[in-house]
């Protein structure tokens, strides 16, 4: 049953949020020990909040459009009184005192919450190998990654264990493990959705969206949260939207480029061969298809590995064993921090402080930090101009299919170069989203990426929703 | 690789800038693979975009401000009852040894 | 002249020799606004320990800073009250670690502030160059338990969070104050300009004007800078003048005993008068700025800025050019004073109901120290004027006034009540004339030209009248006889 069925089903009576919810947690008991998609499942909670929402509907009352739709939520999102926990020792335990924007969104519309799903440490990793608390398999094939940094989201909805997830995207943490999952996987506009609550990596990259098992339930989802807020100063003020009221209007006469710089090197053959076929399916359905070329984008992987760090660095240093979370003791505050910070972050996280913290330090700033913000105006100028002539952009979300576990953990730059096609849109703050479109060689699951502009989410579905059913 | 772009030195001076403290191991391993990054990165050296301006923020939108009316406090209790140590109401930190920088 | 007149002995002393005394001041002020720089939580002063907080101020994983409105309007207020240019401004984190600052980074403007390129006029006239006064929020409140309290010989610390996040405008004077004196007018004028646009209440013994003073010495006559040292914890004009003056013999000295002075962070005591070292300035921390990705630029409106120009209201400086006009030739100390005291509206209403300026000003400065109390300027303009006809005393004006302080009403009425009924010349001339007739010793050695013995006069007639008598007019009389 898909998210929207759910609703509808529960909103009519058809069928109660109780018996939704025991479905998926069964689901979970069967083999979330395999897939480890969780670091906690809040099963009493979420049974007594789909009872009040059961009782709302006897009482006549409207329970929301989402009413009884379970949803994983990426560790990384505060939920006032449960642990949220980065997938970092040194958040290990920490109990929000307040919930974040999505999450109260979600509540009001009636969603019901399965649990904190697994992630890269503070969203720092492509493959959900760098948690704290053990890495998240494939449902699919336990043997492969499902990507990340989000990769414990995907796996939710790929696994069944929620028709819907929520991750966070910085540099493809959402588009890359959805691909890799098998799922629909949403990176909406900067400032579409407010960050308040997000806990940040790198605060002008971050975007929270859904994670579907299709096109029509990530389009009613980013309807409830696509919804500003004025606790985020870079909230895009006032305009939520609705993507899913022109979901069925097609690509007709719609001006589509395949991204040339991100088709090309170093893309799988067997993954390339499906953006093909994607692009063929959109054709036969009345888009006008061309070559679209953004030169600059090749150079989106570099200046991503200098501006995201650089915010981590400063967005980390409150890691300190002050106020809440891991304190390991010292003689001093600064010894305490130290101890605190060396014990509580992975290999991972440090290493990105260290690279942040270098490309702002005095003497580096404008070689690092300041030219990769003047590559990032680059990348932009170069998109604008393209948007002059097309309505979307089409390209391969990741490069490959799901890798197999520890693959690529020794090997920091082979893990970076997962994110080389995802990358460009966090910088320009973009729309884009990965659809399911086929298996590779493998057998594995292939996405599609669909770039738009920004606010440009509902071309963007319409696009997708024609994929979809390509597939039949 | 090309010449090396970060030294030992230098990475042990960053890391203790991050309040970091690295085993041998660890500083030689990271020195290694910071380098190879910041080699990997140095290919924007060559663009020549001296005369664009920073993106700082991918929105190009004005600013907008809050109005200054009192909302809501935190509960006390609520917020130490997460802290590491806590006495008479205040969070308690070892010895801070001298003013900030 | 001002109550806080420095009583330092040799005040001013460097600049009268071979020496000169450089100082320019770092100023922090916490603006007036109901809520924090970038969150809900109120702005205010003391309260329960980390009572006055939220996610943002606690620099909780996941909050966000949104500017606060009312905080920008103040800075453009204090902006325009110092002259300054206000430009688009960018916020910049400034990273540092240490257990006070919830972020372990300042929210701060940097290459980019709100206001810059300002003056300020002092009482004197001169202008003092203003570079910057940019938005910045405060820190936390950190005590030290144990070690006497001592930072670096506590036990322990305490953190205290409800000042975190307070807005504060930081203003940046260039070097170009000369002694001791022009620091301290520097920041009674920057106060009074701070309160008088209602930015602040400049209250230094609350915290809500902090002062940083850079002090160098060099040879009157060199145009070079000498190395300076940043002096903290001056916590009222009066230790500002002492640290000043103090800070600056100790780098003659150094430097006349042939040591050179090292830049330092150093920290005024009260209780022995001295600056101690804290830090040497020599290892620069790295800060690492760069902008501040969770708020966008601050690019105020022409219009905006032009509507808040138009409510400013009168600053201390017009003021005292007002008060100075309307009662030439009064003594600028007294017209500065009055301002500071906002008391000049009472002086000017005075003088336009026909009171005499000096006596109004006098009256203002010397006699209502504790503020007018009930005293309406109809009453001091009548005061004066029945001082000038002779009607009362000095001394029975004062009692007067203290009576119109106390209670209102007319200076008639309270002359009465105190029993000050003024004589009339006739009676004055007949006691005089007995007076002379029964002490004509004293008489003839006044008339040889012996002055003191008016005073022997004036004290006969007081002793008769009980002080009823108008000393001028007795005077007057003496001379008119002895002729
Ligand atoms: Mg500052
Ligand atoms: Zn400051």
Same mark, same amino acid.
Request: proline letters at 6%.
């Given at each position: 049953?898909?998210a929207v069925?759910?609703?509808?089903?529960?909103?009519?009576?058809?069928?109660?949020?109780?018996?939704?919810?025991?479905?998926?947690?069964?689901?979970?008991?069967?083999?979330?020990?395999?897939?480890?998609?969780?670091?906690?499942?809040?099963?009493?909670?979420?049974?007594?909040?789909?009872?009040?929402?059961?009782?709302?509907?006897?009482?006549?009352?409207?329970?929301?459009?989402l009413?009884?739709?379970?949803v994983?939520?990426k560790?990384n999102l505060?939920?006032?009184?449960?642990?949220?926990?980065?997938?970092?020792?040194?958040?290990?335990?920490?109990?929000?005192?307040?919930?974040a924007h999505v999450?109260?969104l979600l509540?009001?519309a009636?969603?019901?919450?399965?649990?904190?799903?697994?992630?890269?440490?503070?969203a720092?990793?492509s493959?959900?190998?760098?948690?704290?608390?053990?890495?998240?398999?494939?449902?699919?094939?336990?043997?492969?990654?499902?990507g990340g940094s989000s990769?414990?989201s995907a796996?939710?909805v790929?696994?069944?264990?929620?028709?819907v997830a929520l991750g966070s995207d910085t540099g493809g943490s959402i588009r890359q493990p959805a691909a890799l999952c098998?799922v629909v996987g949403v990176k909406p506009t900067y400032g579409r959705v407010s960050r308040y609550?997000l806990?940040a990596f790198a605060s002008s990259l971050d975007q929270i969206g859904p994670f579907t098992t299709n096109v029509a339930d990530a389009a009613a989802v980013l309807d409830v949260i696509g919804f500003p807020d004025?606790?985020d100063h870079t909230s895009r003020l006032p305009d939520p939207i609705s993507a899913s009221d022109t979901l069925d209007d097609g690509v007709d006469g719609l001006r589509v480029g395949v991204l040339a710089e991100l088709s090309?090197?170093?893309?799988?053959?067997?993954?390339?061969?499906?953006v093909?076929?994607a692009v063929?399916a959109l054709?036969?359905a009345?888009a006008r298809v061309a070559?679209a070329s953004v030169?600059s984008a090749?150079y989106g992987l570099?200046a991503y590995?200098?501006i995201a760090?650089?915010e981590?660095?400063?967005?980390?240093?409150?890691?300190?064993?002050?106020?809440?979370?891991?304190?390991?003791?010292?003689?001093?505050?600064?010894?305490?921090?130290?101890?605190?910070?060396?014990?509580?972050?992975?290999?991972?996280?440090?290493?990105?402080?260290?690279?942040?913290?270098?490309?702002?330090?005095?003497?580096?700033?404008?070689?690092?930090?300041?030219?990769?913000?003047?590559v990032r105006t680059l990348i932009i100028d170069d998109f604008a101009s393209v948007w002059e002539r097309f309505d979307l952009l089409v390209s391969p979300t990741s490069?490959?299919?799901?890798?197999?576990?520890?693959?690529?953990?020794?090997?920091?730059?082979?893990?970076?170069?997962s994110d080389v096609c995802t990358v460009p849109v966090n910088l320009t703050g973009q729309a884009a989203m990965s659809v399911p479109y086929?298996?590779?060689?493998?057998?594995?699951?292939v996405g599609v990426q669909i770039l738009a502009p920004a606010l440009g989410e509902p071309v963007m579905f319409r696009a997708a929703a024609v994929l979809e059913a390509s597939?039949? | 690789?090309?010449?090396?772009?970060?030294?030992?030195?230098?990475?042990?001076?960053?890391?203790?800038?991050?309040?970091?403290?690295?085993?041998?191991?660890?500083?030689?391993?990271?020195?290694?693979?910071?380098?190879?990054?910041?080699?990997?990165?140095?290919?924007?050296?060559?663009?020549?975009?001296?005369?664009?301006?920073?993106t700082m923020h991918p929105l190009r939108i004005g600013?907008?401000?809050?109005?200054?009316?009192?909302?809501?406090?935190?509960?006390?209790?609520?917020?130490?009852?997460?802290?590491?140590?806590?006495?008479?109401?205040?969070?308690?930190?070892?010895?801070?040894?001298?003013?900030?920088? | 002249?001002?109550?806080?007149?420095?009583?330092?002995?040799?005040?001013?002393?460097?600049?009268?020799?071979?020496?000169?005394?450089?100082?320019?001041?770092?100023?922090?002020?916490?603006?007036?606004?109901?809520?924090?720089?970038?969150?809900?939580?109120?702005?205010?002063?003391?309260?329960?320990?980390?009572?006055?907080?939220?996610?943002?101020?606690?620099?909780?994983?996941?909050?966000l800073?949104?500017?606060?409105?009312?905080?920008?309007?103040?800075?453009?207020?204090?902006?325009?009250?110092?002259?300054?240019?206000?430009?688009?401004?960018?916020?910049?984190?400034?990273?540092?670690?240490?257990?006070? $600052?919830?972020?372990?980074?300042?929210?701060?403007?940097?290459?980019?502030?709100?206001?810059?390129?300002?003056?300020?006029?002092?009482?004197?006239?001169?202008?003092?160059?203003?570079?910057?006064?940019?938005?910045?929020?405060?820190?936390?409140?950190?005590?030290?338990?144990?070690?006497?309290?001592?930072?670096?010989?506590?036990?322990?610390?305490?953190?205290?969070?409800?000042?975190?996040?307070?807005?504060?405008? #930081?203003?940046?004077?260039?070097?170009?104050?000369?002694?001791?004196?022009?620091?301290?007018?520097?920041?009674?004028?920057?106060?009074?300009?701070?309160?008088? =646009?209602?930015?602040?209440?400049?209250?230094?013994?609350?915290?809500?004007?902090?002062?940083?003073?850079?002090?160098?010495?060099?040879?009157?006559?060199?145009?070079?800078?000498?190395?300076?040292?940043?002096?903290?914890?001056?916590?009222?004009?009066?230790?500002?003048?002492?640290?000043?003056?103090?800070?600056?013999?100790?780098?003659? !000295?150094?430097?006349?005993?042939?040591?050179?002075?090292?830049?330092?962070?150093?920290?005024?005591?009260?209780?022995?008068?001295?600056?101690?070292?804290?830090?040497?300035?020599? #290892?620069?921390?790295?800060?690492?700025?760069?902008?501040?990705p969770d708020?966008l630029?601050? !690019?105020?409106?022409?219009?905006? =800025?032009?509507?808040?120009?138009?409510?400013?209201?009168?600053?201390?400086?017009?003021?005292?050019?007002?008060?100075? !006009?309307?009662?030439?030739?009064?003594?600028?100390?007294?017209?500065?004073?009055?301002?500071?005291?906002?008391?000049?509206?009472?002086?000017?209403?005075?003088?336009?109901?026909?009171?005499?300026?000096?006596?109004? $000003?006098?009256?203002?400065?010397?006699?209502?120290?504790?503020?007018?109390?009930?005293?309406?300027?109809?009453?001091?303009?009548?005061?004066?004027?029945?001082? #000038?006809?002779?009607?009362?005393?000095?001394?029975?004006?004062?009692?007067?006034?203290?009576?119109?302080?106390?209670?209102?009403?007319?200076?008639?009425?309270?002359?009465?009540?105190?029993?000050?009924?003024?004589?009339?010349?006739?009676?004055?001339?007949?006691?005089?004339?007995?007076?002379?007739?029964?002490?004509?010793?004293?008489?003839?050695?006044?008339?040889?030209?012996?002055?003191?013995?008016?005073?022997?006069?004036?004290?006969?007639?007081?002793?008769?009248?009980?002080?009823?008598?108008?000393?001028?007019?007795?005077?007057?009389?003496?001379?008119?006889?002895?002729?």
């Amino acid at each position: 049953m898909t998210a929207v069925e759910i609703a509808a089903a529960v909103r009519s009576g058809q069928r109660s949020a109780r018996s939704v919810i025991d479905e998926r947690l069964s689901a979970i008991d069967g083999s979330e020990a395999e897939v480890h998609a969780f670091n906690l499942v809040t099963a009493d909670q979420a049974r007594a909040r789909a009872d009040e929402i059961d009782a709302a509907v006897a009482a006549g009352k409207d329970p929301g459009p989402l009413a009884g739709v379970p949803v994983a939520l990426k560790d990384n999102l505060c939920t006032r009184g449960v642990p949220t926990t980065c997938s970092s020792r040194i958040l290990e335990g920490w109990k929000p005192p307040y919930d974040a924007h999505v999450v109260e969104l979600l509540r009001e519309a009636g969603a019901v919450f399965v649990g904190k799903t697994n992630m890269d440490e503070f969203a720092m990793g492509s493959s959900t190998e760098n948690s704290a608390f053990g890495a998240t398999r494939n449902p699919l094939d336990p043997s492969r990654v499902p990507g990340g940094s989000s990769g414990g989201s995907a796996a939710a909805v790929a696994a069944g264990f929620a028709p819907v997830a929520l991750g966070s995207d910085t540099g493809g943490s959402i588009r890359q493990p959805a691909a890799l999952c098998g799922v629909v996987g949403v990176k909406p506009t900067y400032g579409r959705v407010s960050r308040y609550g997000l806990v940040a990596f790198a605060s002008s990259l971050d975007q929270i969206g859904p994670f579907t098992t299709n096109v029509a339930d990530a389009a009613a989802v980013l309807d409830v949260i696509g919804f500003p807020d004025h606790r985020d100063h870079t909230s895009r003020l006032p305009d939520p939207i609705s993507a899913s009221d022109t979901l069925d209007d097609g690509v007709d006469g719609l001006r589509v480029g395949v991204l040339a710089e991100l088709s090309g090197d170093g893309i799988a053959p067997d993954v390339a061969a499906r953006v093909q076929a994607a692009v063929r399916a959109l054709e036969s359905a009345g888009a006008r298809v061309a070559e679209a070329s953004v030169p600059s984008a090749v150079y989106g992987l570099s200046a991503y590995y200098l501006i995201a760090p650089a915010e981590a660095s400063s967005n980390l240093a409150r890691y300190d064993g002050v106020r809440y979370g891991l304190r390991v003791d010292g003689a001093s505050t600064p010894d305490m921090n130290t101890a605190t910070r060396s014990a509580g972050f992975g290999d991972e996280v440090k290493r990105r402080i260290m690279i942040g913290t270098y490309a702002l330090s005095a003497g580096y700033y404008d070689a690092y930090y300041g030219k990769a913000q003047k590559v990032r105006t680059l990348i932009i100028d170069d998109f604008a101009s393209v948007w002059e002539r097309f309505d979307l952009l089409v390209s391969p979300t990741s490069p490959t299919t799901a890798f197999s576990l520890g693959e690529r953990t020794a090997d920091p730059m082979a893990m970076y170069m997962s994110d080389v096609c995802t990358v460009p849109v966090n910088l320009t703050g973009q729309a884009a989203m990965s659809v399911p479109y086929g298996v590779g060689d493998d057998g594995l699951p292939v996405g599609v990426q669909i770039l738009a502009p920004a606010l440009g989410e509902p071309v963007m579905f319409r696009a997708a929703a024609v994929l979809e059913a390509s597939l039949g | 690789m090309g010449q090396q772009r970060i030294t030992r030195a230098e990475c042990a001076h960053v890391a203790a800038l991050a309040r970091l403290e690295l085993t041998d191991e660890e500083l030689d391993r990271f020195t290694g693979q910071l380098d190879e990054l910041l080699d990997h990165v140095a290919e924007v050296e060559a663009l020549n975009i001296d005369h664009l301006a920073p993106t700082m923020h991918p929105l190009r939108i004005g600013n907008w401000l809050r109005p200054d009316q009192v909302g809501e406090v935190l509960d006390r209790d609520e917020v130490l009852a997460q802290a590491p140590l806590v006495e008479n109401g205040q969070f308690k930190v070892p010895p801070v040894l001298g003013e900030a920088p | 002249m001002s109550a806080d007149t420095l009583d330092i002995p040799g005040l001013g002393a460097p600049s009268d020799t071979e020496w000169e005394t450089v100082v320019g001041l770092e100023v922090h002020a916490e603006l007036a606004t109901d809520t924090k720089l970038f969150s809900a939580s109120p702005n205010q002063f003391g309260g329960e320990p980390n009572t006055h907080i939220d996610p943002v101020s606690l620099g909780l994983p996941g909050s966000l800073p949104v500017l606060n409105e009312k905080a920008v309007e103040l800075a453009i207020r204090v902006g325009l009250a110092l002259n300054c240019r206000i430009q688009p401004s960018v916020f910049a984190r400034k990273n540092y670690f240490y257990p006070d $600052m919830p972020k372990d980074f300042q929210i701060s403007q940097y290459d980019q502030p709100i206001n810059v390129e300002g003056w300020l006029e002092l009482p004197s006239g001169k202008r003092v160059g203003i570079e910057r006064a940019h938005l910045e929020e405060d820190t936390g409140k950190t005590v030290h338990i144990g070690g006497g309290g001592r930072i670096h010989e506590a036990g322990y610390s305490l953190v205290d969070y409800n000042r975190a996040g307070v807005p504060l405008i #930081e203003i940046v004077g260039r070097p170009e104050l000369r002694s001791a004196e022009e620091a301290r007018q520097y920041v009674a004028e920057l106060r009074a300009i701070l309160v008088a =646009v209602g930015a602040s209440d400049g209250k230094m013994e609350e915290g809500s004007l902090r002062v940083d003073c850079n002090v160098s010495v060099r040879p009157v006559g060199s145009d070079r800078l000498g190395t300076r040292c940043e002096i903290k914890n001056v916590n009222s004009l009066r230790s500002l003048g002492r640290a000043v003056e103090y800070e600056a013999r100790r780098q003659i !000295d150094q430097l006349t005993g042939g040591q050179p002075v090292e830049q330092q962070t150093r920290h005024w005591n009260e209780d022995d008068g001295r600056t101690h070292a804290l830090r040497s300035k020599e #290892e620069d921390y790295d800060y690492r700025y760069f902008p501040e990705p969770d708020l966008l630029p601050l !690019d105020p409106s022409p219009e905006w =800025v032009e509507r808040i120009r138009q409510v400013l209201p009168p600053l201390p400086r017009d003021r005292r050019l007002r008060l100075a !006009d309307s009662a030439p030739p009064v003594d600028v100390d007294h017209i500065a004073l009055a301002v500071e005291r906002s008391m000049d509206d009472l002086a000017l209403a005075a003088i336009s109901q026909g009171g005499a300026p000096e006596r109004v $000003m006098t009256h203002v400065v010397h006699n209502l120290a504790d503020g007018p109390g009930q005293l309406a300027s109809e009453a001091l303009a009548e005061l004066v004027q029945m001082e #000038e006809a002779g009607e009362l005393t000095a001394t029975q004006a004062k009692k007067v006034l203290a009576v119109l302080v106390e209670a209102g009403g007319s200076p008639q009425d309270a002359a009465q009540s105190l029993g000050f009924e003024a004589m009339d010349t006739g009676e004055l001339e007949a006691l005089v004339d007995r007076l002379i007739a029964e002490h004509p010793d004293e008489w003839s050695r006044f008339c040889e030209g012996d002055n003191k013995l008016t005073g022997f006069f004036v004290g006969q007639v007081m002793k008769a009248t009980q002080g009823r008598a108008d000393g001028k007019a007795v005077t007057q009389l003496l001379n008119s006889r002895r002729s």
